[in-house]
Protein backbone atom coordinates (compact mmCIF):
# COMPACT_ATOMS: atom_id res chain seq x y z
CA UNK A 1 0.00 0.00 0.00
CA UNK A 2 0.90 3.37 -0.74
CA UNK A 3 1.76 5.18 2.32
CA UNK A 4 1.57 9.14 2.87
CA UNK A 5 5.45 9.38 3.05
CA UNK A 6 5.61 7.32 -0.21
CA UNK A 7 3.45 10.07 -2.20
CA UNK A 8 5.41 13.34 -1.04
CA UNK A 9 8.85 11.65 -2.38
CA UNK A 10 6.87 10.50 -5.72
CA UNK A 11 5.71 14.73 -5.50
CA UNK A 12 9.25 15.63 -4.75
CA UNK A 13 10.91 13.88 -7.45
CA UNK A 14 8.24 13.36 -10.15
CA UNK A 15 8.72 16.67 -12.22
CA UNK A 16 12.51 15.73 -11.95
CA UNK A 17 11.59 12.15 -14.21
CA UNK A 18 9.27 13.78 -16.36
CA UNK A 19 11.97 16.72 -16.87
CA UNK A 20 14.61 13.91 -17.44
CA UNK A 21 11.83 11.96 -20.25
CA UNK A 22 11.58 15.54 -22.10
CA UNK A 23 15.38 16.19 -22.36
CA UNK A 24 15.71 12.73 -23.74
CA UNK A 25 12.85 13.26 -25.91
CA UNK A 26 13.98 16.18 -27.37
CA UNK A 27 17.61 15.43 -28.06
CA UNK A 28 16.36 12.41 -30.01
CA UNK A 29 14.21 14.65 -32.37
CA UNK A 30 17.17 17.38 -32.79
CA UNK A 31 18.93 14.69 -33.81
CA UNK A 32 16.40 13.02 -36.06
CA UNK A 33 16.08 16.86 -37.64
CA UNK A 34 20.27 16.81 -38.02
CA UNK A 35 20.22 13.92 -39.66
CA UNK A 36 17.67 14.72 -42.21
CA UNK A 37 19.22 18.00 -42.59
CA UNK A 38 22.68 16.13 -43.65
CA UNK A 39 20.93 13.85 -45.91
CA UNK A 40 19.42 17.09 -47.50
CA UNK A 41 22.95 18.74 -48.32
CA UNK A 42 24.65 15.39 -49.27
CA UNK A 43 22.75 15.84 -52.56
CA UNK A 44 25.84 17.69 -54.38
CA UNK A 45 24.40 19.34 -56.92
CA UNK A 46 21.45 21.02 -55.13
CA UNK A 47 19.16 22.43 -58.43
CA UNK A 48 20.81 25.75 -59.86
CA UNK A 49 17.44 26.50 -61.57
CA UNK A 50 14.15 26.13 -59.70
CA UNK A 51 10.83 27.16 -61.94
CA UNK A 52 7.46 27.33 -60.50
CA UNK A 53 4.22 26.80 -62.91
CA UNK A 54 5.90 27.40 -65.73
CA UNK A 55 4.52 27.06 -68.97
CA UNK A 56 7.16 26.72 -72.11
CA UNK A 57 7.12 25.94 -76.15
CA UNK A 58 9.65 23.74 -77.52
CA UNK A 59 10.71 24.53 -81.03
CA UNK A 60 12.54 22.11 -83.84
CA UNK A 61 15.52 23.67 -85.89
CA UNK A 62 13.04 24.42 -88.61
CA UNK A 63 10.98 26.22 -85.87
CA UNK A 64 7.98 24.09 -85.76
CA UNK A 65 6.61 23.69 -82.57
CA UNK A 66 7.56 20.63 -81.33
CA UNK A 67 5.12 20.52 -78.31
CA UNK A 68 3.76 23.03 -75.23
CA UNK A 69 5.10 21.92 -71.42
CA UNK A 70 3.63 22.92 -68.65
CA UNK A 71 4.68 22.04 -64.61
CA UNK A 72 4.13 23.31 -61.66
CA UNK A 73 7.32 22.64 -60.71
CA UNK A 74 11.29 22.40 -62.94
CA UNK A 75 14.44 21.97 -60.74
CA UNK A 76 17.20 21.91 -63.36
CA UNK A 77 20.37 20.48 -62.80
CA UNK A 78 23.39 22.14 -64.14
CA UNK A 79 26.30 19.21 -63.80
CA UNK A 80 23.83 16.51 -65.06
CA UNK A 81 22.22 18.87 -67.61
CA UNK A 82 18.72 17.11 -66.31
CA UNK A 83 15.52 18.55 -65.54
CA UNK A 84 12.91 17.38 -63.08
CA UNK A 85 9.38 18.23 -63.13
CA UNK A 86 6.29 17.88 -60.90
CA UNK A 87 2.70 17.48 -62.65
CA UNK A 88 4.49 17.69 -66.34
CA UNK A 89 1.72 18.09 -69.11
CA UNK A 90 3.06 18.13 -72.77
CA UNK A 91 1.06 18.92 -75.05
CA UNK A 92 0.95 17.96 -79.34
CA UNK A 93 -0.93 19.14 -82.61
CA UNK A 94 0.43 18.63 -85.39
CA UNK A 95 -1.40 17.59 -88.89
CA UNK A 96 -4.47 17.62 -87.42
CA UNK A 97 -3.97 14.82 -84.23
CA UNK A 98 -3.66 16.28 -81.04
CA UNK A 99 -2.00 14.95 -78.22
CA UNK A 100 -1.65 15.35 -74.66
CA UNK A 101 0.58 13.25 -72.11
CA UNK A 102 0.44 13.79 -68.58
CA UNK A 103 2.27 12.44 -65.03
CA UNK A 104 2.95 13.14 -61.27
CA UNK A 105 6.74 13.19 -62.32
CA UNK A 106 9.05 13.88 -65.34
CA UNK A 107 12.09 13.63 -66.44
CA UNK A 108 14.14 15.19 -68.92
CA UNK A 109 18.09 15.04 -70.04
CA UNK A 110 18.95 18.76 -71.68
CA UNK A 111 20.83 16.42 -74.42
CA UNK A 112 18.89 14.41 -75.66
CA UNK A 113 15.07 14.46 -76.92
CA UNK A 114 13.42 12.35 -74.07
CA UNK A 115 11.31 13.07 -71.60
CA UNK A 116 10.63 10.34 -68.95
CA UNK A 117 7.15 10.48 -67.10
CA UNK A 118 6.05 8.43 -64.23
CA UNK A 119 3.72 7.84 -62.13
CA UNK A 120 -0.45 7.79 -63.28
CA UNK A 121 0.70 8.26 -66.77
CA UNK A 122 -2.26 9.50 -69.28
CA UNK A 123 -1.94 10.02 -73.35
CA UNK A 124 -5.13 11.09 -74.60
CA UNK A 125 -5.01 11.24 -78.57
CA UNK A 126 -7.68 12.92 -80.47
CA UNK A 127 -8.40 12.99 -84.03
CA UNK A 128 -11.49 14.13 -85.97
CA UNK A 129 -13.58 10.88 -85.23
CA UNK A 130 -11.78 9.31 -82.54
CA UNK A 131 -10.04 9.49 -79.08
CA UNK A 132 -7.61 7.07 -78.25
CA UNK A 133 -6.52 7.19 -74.33
CA UNK A 134 -3.55 5.23 -72.65
CA UNK A 135 -2.79 4.68 -69.28
CA UNK A 136 0.39 3.62 -67.43
CA UNK A 137 3.03 3.89 -64.58
CA UNK A 138 5.64 4.75 -66.41
CA UNK A 139 7.02 5.60 -70.29
CA UNK A 140 9.40 7.87 -72.36
CA UNK A 141 8.34 10.28 -74.97
CA UNK A 142 10.73 10.98 -78.15
CA UNK A 143 9.25 14.47 -78.83
CA UNK A 144 11.57 14.77 -81.39
CA UNK A 145 9.89 11.66 -83.41
CA UNK A 146 6.53 11.99 -81.37
CA UNK A 147 7.36 8.06 -80.41
CA UNK A 148 6.31 7.21 -76.74
CA UNK A 149 7.48 3.40 -75.42
CA UNK A 150 7.32 1.60 -72.45
CA UNK A 151 7.90 -2.22 -70.81
CA UNK A 152 5.76 -2.57 -68.43
CA UNK A 153 1.35 -2.61 -68.14
CA UNK A 154 -0.23 -0.36 -70.40
CA UNK A 155 -3.89 -0.08 -70.84
CA UNK A 156 -5.37 1.53 -74.20
CA UNK A 157 -8.98 2.72 -74.45
CA UNK A 158 -10.31 3.61 -78.19
CA UNK A 159 -13.55 3.35 -79.17
CA UNK A 160 -15.75 0.19 -77.45
CA UNK A 161 -12.41 -1.72 -77.30
CA UNK A 162 -10.26 -1.97 -74.26
CA UNK A 163 -6.98 -3.87 -75.12
CA UNK A 164 -3.76 -4.01 -72.40
CA UNK A 165 -0.04 -5.56 -73.20
CA UNK A 166 2.86 -5.57 -71.25
CA UNK A 167 5.20 -3.04 -73.02
CA UNK A 168 3.79 -0.87 -76.36
CA UNK A 169 5.83 1.81 -78.73
CA UNK A 170 3.49 4.18 -80.53
CA UNK A 171 3.78 6.75 -82.91
CA UNK A 172 1.57 9.70 -81.55
CA UNK A 173 1.10 10.88 -84.76
CA UNK A 174 0.09 7.80 -87.09
CA UNK A 175 -1.30 5.97 -83.86
CA UNK A 176 0.82 2.72 -85.67
CA UNK A 177 1.28 1.21 -82.32
CA UNK A 178 2.70 -2.14 -81.49
CA UNK A 179 1.80 -4.02 -78.52
CA UNK A 180 5.11 -5.81 -77.28
CA UNK A 181 3.75 -8.94 -75.22
CA UNK A 182 0.86 -10.83 -73.44
CA UNK A 183 -1.74 -8.86 -75.62
CA UNK A 184 -5.64 -9.22 -73.45
CA UNK A 185 -8.06 -7.31 -75.04
CA UNK A 186 -12.11 -6.82 -75.46
CA UNK A 187 -14.35 -5.27 -78.17
CA UNK A 188 -17.47 -4.62 -77.34
CA UNK A 189 -20.20 -5.02 -79.83
CA UNK A 190 -22.50 -1.68 -80.10
CA UNK A 191 -25.90 -3.23 -79.47
CA UNK B 1 -25.40 -18.93 -81.99
CA UNK B 2 -27.78 -15.84 -83.24
CA UNK B 3 -27.14 -14.10 -80.30
CA UNK B 4 -23.22 -14.60 -80.89
CA UNK B 5 -22.59 -11.23 -82.86
CA UNK B 6 -24.15 -9.53 -80.23
CA UNK B 7 -21.63 -10.76 -77.62
CA UNK B 8 -18.80 -8.83 -76.79
CA UNK B 9 -15.07 -9.89 -78.67
CA UNK B 10 -12.45 -11.31 -76.10
CA UNK B 11 -8.86 -11.64 -77.63
CA UNK B 12 -5.71 -12.67 -76.37
CA UNK B 13 -2.23 -12.83 -78.18
CA UNK B 14 1.58 -12.57 -78.03
CA UNK B 15 1.90 -9.24 -80.20
CA UNK B 16 -0.69 -7.12 -81.30
CA UNK B 17 0.10 -4.28 -84.16
CA UNK B 18 -2.90 -1.52 -84.17
CA UNK B 19 -3.34 1.28 -86.38
CA UNK B 20 -6.59 3.35 -85.41
CA UNK B 21 -6.28 5.59 -88.91
CA UNK B 22 -6.78 2.48 -91.25
CA UNK B 23 -8.82 0.49 -88.84
CA UNK B 24 -6.54 -2.55 -89.18
CA UNK B 25 -4.91 -4.86 -86.66
CA UNK B 26 -2.71 -7.60 -86.65
CA UNK B 27 -2.19 -9.81 -84.02
CA UNK B 28 0.74 -12.45 -83.35
CA UNK B 29 1.47 -15.51 -81.70
CA UNK B 30 -1.24 -18.08 -80.12
CA UNK B 31 -3.55 -15.63 -81.43
CA UNK B 32 -7.63 -16.82 -79.36
CA UNK B 33 -10.56 -14.85 -80.47
CA UNK B 34 -13.89 -15.47 -78.53
CA UNK B 35 -17.12 -14.43 -79.24
CA UNK B 36 -20.59 -15.96 -77.89
CA UNK B 37 -19.75 -19.51 -78.98
CA UNK B 38 -17.55 -18.93 -81.35
CA UNK B 39 -13.94 -19.34 -81.43
CA UNK B 40 -11.32 -18.40 -83.94
CA UNK B 41 -7.67 -19.80 -83.42
CA UNK B 42 -4.24 -18.72 -85.30
CA UNK B 43 -0.80 -18.08 -85.41
CA UNK B 44 -1.97 -14.69 -86.93
CA UNK B 45 -5.13 -12.64 -87.20
CA UNK B 46 -5.84 -9.46 -89.46
CA UNK B 47 -8.85 -7.93 -87.88
CA UNK B 48 -10.63 -5.17 -90.19
CA UNK B 49 -12.99 -3.12 -88.06
CA UNK B 50 -14.92 -0.23 -89.98
CA UNK B 51 -17.33 2.72 -87.73
CA UNK B 52 -15.63 1.05 -84.29
CA UNK B 53 -17.20 -2.60 -85.47
CA UNK B 54 -14.85 -5.65 -87.01
CA UNK B 55 -16.09 -6.34 -90.16
CA UNK B 56 -13.59 -9.20 -91.56
CA UNK B 57 -11.14 -11.20 -89.68
CA UNK B 58 -8.18 -13.21 -91.84
CA UNK B 59 -6.80 -16.17 -89.86
CA UNK B 60 -3.52 -17.84 -90.79
CA UNK B 61 -2.22 -20.93 -89.22
CA UNK B 62 -1.29 -24.44 -89.02
CA UNK B 63 -3.81 -24.61 -89.10
CA UNK B 64 -5.94 -21.67 -88.35
CA UNK B 65 -9.40 -23.47 -86.55
CA UNK B 66 -12.67 -21.90 -86.14
CA UNK B 67 -15.70 -23.24 -84.36
CA UNK B 68 -19.25 -22.25 -83.70
CA UNK B 69 -22.57 -23.58 -82.60
CA UNK B 70 -24.96 -22.10 -85.42
CA UNK B 71 -28.16 -23.79 -84.41
CA UNK B 72 -29.28 -24.33 -80.63
CA UNK B 73 -29.01 -28.13 -79.76
CA UNK B 74 -26.56 -28.91 -82.61
CA UNK B 75 -22.92 -29.84 -82.01
CA UNK B 76 -20.40 -27.08 -83.27
CA UNK B 77 -19.81 -26.18 -86.81
CA UNK B 78 -15.57 -26.51 -87.53
CA UNK B 79 -13.78 -25.37 -90.25
CA UNK B 80 -9.82 -25.24 -90.14
CA UNK B 81 -7.88 -24.30 -92.93
CA UNK B 82 -4.13 -22.61 -93.44
CA UNK B 83 -6.02 -19.42 -94.42
CA UNK B 84 -9.59 -18.72 -93.56
CA UNK B 85 -11.65 -15.38 -94.27
CA UNK B 86 -13.89 -14.98 -92.38
CA UNK B 87 -16.72 -11.84 -93.48
CA UNK B 88 -18.56 -10.86 -90.84
CA UNK B 89 -20.93 -9.25 -92.15
CA UNK B 90 -21.97 -12.16 -94.52
CA UNK B 91 -21.48 -14.49 -92.07
CA UNK B 92 -19.44 -16.29 -95.15
CA UNK B 93 -15.85 -18.39 -94.29
CA UNK B 94 -13.25 -18.58 -96.88
CA UNK B 95 -10.91 -21.53 -96.27
CA UNK B 96 -7.92 -22.30 -98.75
CA UNK B 97 -5.37 -24.46 -97.80
CA UNK B 98 -6.12 -28.16 -96.60
CA UNK B 99 -9.49 -26.88 -95.90
CA UNK B 100 -11.85 -29.06 -93.79
CA UNK B 101 -15.76 -28.26 -92.66
CA UNK B 102 -16.88 -30.77 -89.84
CA UNK B 103 -19.84 -31.20 -87.91
CA UNK B 104 -20.54 -33.98 -85.63
CA UNK B 105 -19.24 -37.10 -88.09
CA UNK B 106 -19.80 -35.23 -91.21
CA UNK B 107 -16.76 -34.01 -92.83
CA UNK B 108 -15.85 -32.33 -95.97
CA UNK B 109 -12.24 -31.88 -96.88
CA UNK B 110 -10.98 -29.92 -99.95
CA UNK B 111 -8.10 -27.34 -100.96
CA UNK B 112 -10.57 -24.36 -101.39
CA UNK B 113 -14.12 -24.10 -99.28
CA UNK B 114 -16.81 -21.30 -99.22
CA UNK B 115 -18.94 -21.72 -96.41
CA UNK B 116 -22.25 -19.91 -95.45
CA UNK B 117 -22.42 -19.69 -91.40
CA UNK B 118 -25.75 -18.09 -91.91
CA UNK B 119 -27.39 -21.12 -94.18
CA UNK B 120 -25.00 -23.88 -94.04
CA UNK B 121 -24.66 -23.69 -97.71
CA UNK B 122 -20.92 -24.94 -99.03
CA UNK B 123 -18.36 -24.71 -102.04
CA UNK B 124 -15.41 -27.10 -102.26
CA UNK B 125 -13.17 -26.86 -105.12
CA UNK B 126 -10.08 -28.66 -105.63
CA UNK B 127 -6.62 -27.03 -106.27
CA UNK B 128 -5.84 -25.84 -109.81
CA UNK B 129 -2.74 -26.98 -109.78
CA UNK B 130 -2.21 -29.94 -107.64
CA UNK B 131 -3.82 -32.81 -109.48
CA UNK B 132 -4.46 -35.09 -106.29
CA UNK B 133 -6.48 -33.22 -104.62
CA UNK B 134 -9.73 -34.02 -104.41
CA UNK B 135 -13.22 -32.78 -102.89
CA UNK B 136 -13.65 -36.01 -99.85
CA UNK B 137 -17.27 -35.66 -98.25
CA UNK B 138 -18.20 -38.10 -95.73
CA UNK B 139 -21.61 -38.16 -94.56
CA UNK B 140 -23.45 -39.67 -91.57
CA UNK B 141 -27.28 -40.01 -92.85
CA UNK B 142 -28.98 -39.72 -89.24
CA UNK B 143 -30.05 -43.17 -87.76
CA UNK B 144 -33.02 -44.81 -89.29
CA UNK B 145 -36.15 -44.76 -87.31
CA UNK B 146 -37.54 -48.05 -85.76
CA UNK B 147 -39.73 -50.07 -88.05
CA UNK B 148 -42.40 -50.03 -85.90
CA UNK B 149 -42.75 -46.14 -86.01
CA UNK B 150 -42.88 -46.52 -89.93
CA UNK B 151 -46.03 -49.30 -89.52
CA UNK B 152 -49.46 -48.83 -92.05
CA UNK B 153 -51.27 -47.19 -89.27
CA UNK B 154 -49.78 -44.27 -89.44
CA UNK B 155 -49.69 -44.04 -93.57
CA UNK B 156 -52.66 -41.66 -94.72
CA UNK B 157 -55.19 -43.21 -96.21
CA UNK B 158 -55.38 -42.90 -100.09
CA UNK B 159 -58.90 -40.93 -100.37
CA UNK B 160 -61.93 -42.63 -101.92
Same mark, same amino acid.
Do not use: C
Given at each position: ???????????KIGPFILAAIALLFWLNLQEENASIQTSRTNITDAPD?????????? #??????????????? +?? $? #??????????? @??????????????? /??????????? =? +? %??????? +????? /????????????? =??????? /???? %????? $?????????????? !??????? &???? !?????????? | ??????? *?????????? &????????????????????????????????????????????? *?????? =??? *???? @?? $? +?????????? /??? &??? %?????????????????????????????????? !?????? %????? $???????????? *?????????
Amino acid at each position: MITKEKLIQIFKIGPFILAAIALLFWLNLQEENASIQTSRTNITDAPDLTLINSSSKH #YDENGQQQYRLTASK +ID $H #YKDERTAVFQQ @PRLFNNQQGTEWTAE /AEQGQANLDSD =I +I %VLKDQVK +IDRNT /ADQTVRLRTSELS =IDTKQNI /AEND %VLTVI $HSGNSYIESKGFQT !NLNTNET &LLKA !NVRGTHDVQK | LPEDKTQ *PIQLEADQAK &LNNETGISEYLGNVVIIQGTAQLRADRVILHTANNEVVRMEAFGS *PAKYQQ =ILQ *PNEP @PT $H +IEGNTLDLKI /ADQ &LAE %VTGNGKVFKGEDKLSSEKITYSLKTGELNATKSE !NSSDSR %VRFIF $HPPEKKSDKSAS *PSTDPKPQQ
